[in-house]
Structure formats: structure tokens, C-alpha cells
T-cell receptor
Framework: DQQVKQNSPSLSVQEGRISILNCDYTNSMFDYFLWYKKYPAEGPTFLISISSIKDKNEDGRFTVFLNKSAKHLSLHIVPSQPGDSAVYFCAATGETSGSRLTFGEGTQLTVNP | GAGVSQSPSNKVTEKGKDVELRCDPISGHTALYWYRQSLGQGLEFLIYFQGNSAPDKSGLPSDRFSAERTGGSVSTLTIQRTQQEDSAVYLC???????????FGNGTRLTVT
């Protein structure tokens, strides 16, 4: 039962353009969402998060949008840079999750110079 | 170093052997998690420790898997009688207070031949 899904295994964009990574969830009890970035041979690193009481959170070039009715969130990176090339994981948690995060399968982003 | 440290970084073992994976969390972090990432998959929750509370073992895939956390700090994940399907990257993460984000180590890549 995949409660967090990232349907695009890969995404390729040109440097300077916008990258949009998508994530869908099924568990309506999730109320806190995070994005992690992972480079090869390294552990995931926290990027940005959003609480269900908000629909947008922005941090520099990164913005996360949450659509609760659609159970959908997205990460926008603008402008995209070659150093942003990595695997991006969406994660979610909520009261019924204890303190564990449920992760999606990840999307490999490649930003071409 | 101030990050989460995992050892070994790589482990190759024969099917049927036992392995131990070690995690040193960030000093002062009371919460410790083990996840694993199989090839082409997302991060799968295994087990969670919080302070002196009983661990949440709900993610352990079989009774061949066990984990300990001694003295509220270092954790060891043990896999007995390894099988080829146990091959994965095993990631440890720790978390500080107030629902701060998880900080991951670089993982142990386990290959069972």
C-alpha cells in the first residue's frame, strides 16, 4: 500500500528553467509534508517542509505547494541549476504515523547546462 | 563531525551469514530511525527509537531483523541469515526535539551474494 507516490521517476530540465516535482498521497491523516534531496552515495538531506494549515511555503529558489483537497503537493525550483541534479523524495507524516515519515519512490531530476 | 555516522559504508556478505550495521546519531538527538532503500524503490521504514520508550518495530520485514540502541545513543541493526532480497542501502537518521527534520547518515550498502 503505497501511501505516498511520486509518479515520475525522472525529470529533465534546462538550466534556468523551472523544475516541478509532483507527489500524491492517499492517507488523509497526513498533516506534515517534507521534501528531501539525495545525491549519489549520500544520505537524503532535508530541503523544505509544509504543514497542512498552509498551502504554500517558500525558501529561496524552492517553493512547496499543498493542495489538500487533491491530496497533492509539488516542489518548484526556479531557476533550476545543474547542482540541483539529484533524487528528490517527498515524505509525509501525521498523528497516526507515530513519528515515522512515509516516503515516495523519488524523482531523479537532471538539470542540463 | 556533527553528522550521523554509519559503518561500514559497504558490506558484502554471503547468503546465510549474519551482519551488523552501526549508526552513531547526532549528539543529543533522542530519536533514531532505520530505513532501507532497495534498488529503484523509495525509503522503507524499518524501526524507530525515541528516548527510553519501547521502539516502534512495525517496519521490520521479518524476525531475522532486529535493532538495539544502547545508552540512548549508538544503534546496531542486525540481520540474521541474510538473503539476497536483503540487499539494499540501509539508512540511519536521527532527529532533535520539536519535530525538527530527520538528519540522515550516508548509509550502508549491503550486498548479499
Amino acid at each position: 500500500d503505497q501511501q505516498v507516490k511520486q509518479n515520475s521517476p525522472s525529470l529533465s530540465v534546462q538550466e534556468g528553467r523551472i523544475s516541478i516535482l509532483n507527489c500524491d498521497y492517499t492517507n488523509s491523516m497526513f498533516d506534515y509534508f517534507l521534501w528531501y534531496k539525495k545525491y549519489p552515495a549520500e544520505g537524503p538531506t532535508f530541503l523544505i517542509s509544509i504543514s497542512s494549515i498552509k498551502d504554500k511555503n517558500e525558501d529561496g529558489r524552492f517553493t512547496v505547494f499543498l493542495n489538500k483537497s487533491a491530496k497533492h503537493l509539488s516542489l518548484h525550483i526556479v531557476p533550476s541549476q545543474p547542482g540541483d541534479s539529484a533524487v528528490y523524495f517527498c515524505a509525509a507524516t501525521g498523528e497516526t504515523s507515530g513519528s515515522r515519515l512515509t516516503f515516495g519512490e523519488g524523482t531523479q531530476l537532471t538539470v542540463n547546462p | 563531525g556533527a553528522g550521523v555516522s554509519q559503518s561500514p559504508s559497504n558490506k558484502v556478505t554471503e547468503k546465510g551469514k549474519d551482519v551488523e550495521l552501526r549508526c552513531d546519531p547526532i549528539s543529543g538527538h533522542t530519536a533514531l530511525y532505520w530505513y532501507r532503500q532497495s534498488l529503484g524503490q523509495g525509503l522503507e521504514f524499518l524501526i524507530y527509537f525515541q528516548g527510553n520508550s519501547a521502539p516502534d518495530k512495525s517496519g521490520l520485514p521479518s524476525d531475522r531483523f532486529s535493532a538495539e540502541r544502547t545508552g540512548g545513543s549508538v544503534s546496531t541493526l542486525t540481520i540474521q541469515r541474510t538473503q539476497q532480497e536483503d540487499s539494499a542501502v540501509y539508512l540511519c537518521a536521527s532527529r532533535g526535539p520539536n519535530n525538527s527534520p530527520l538528519h540522515f547518515g550516508n548509509g550502508t550498502r549491503l550486498t548479499v551474494t
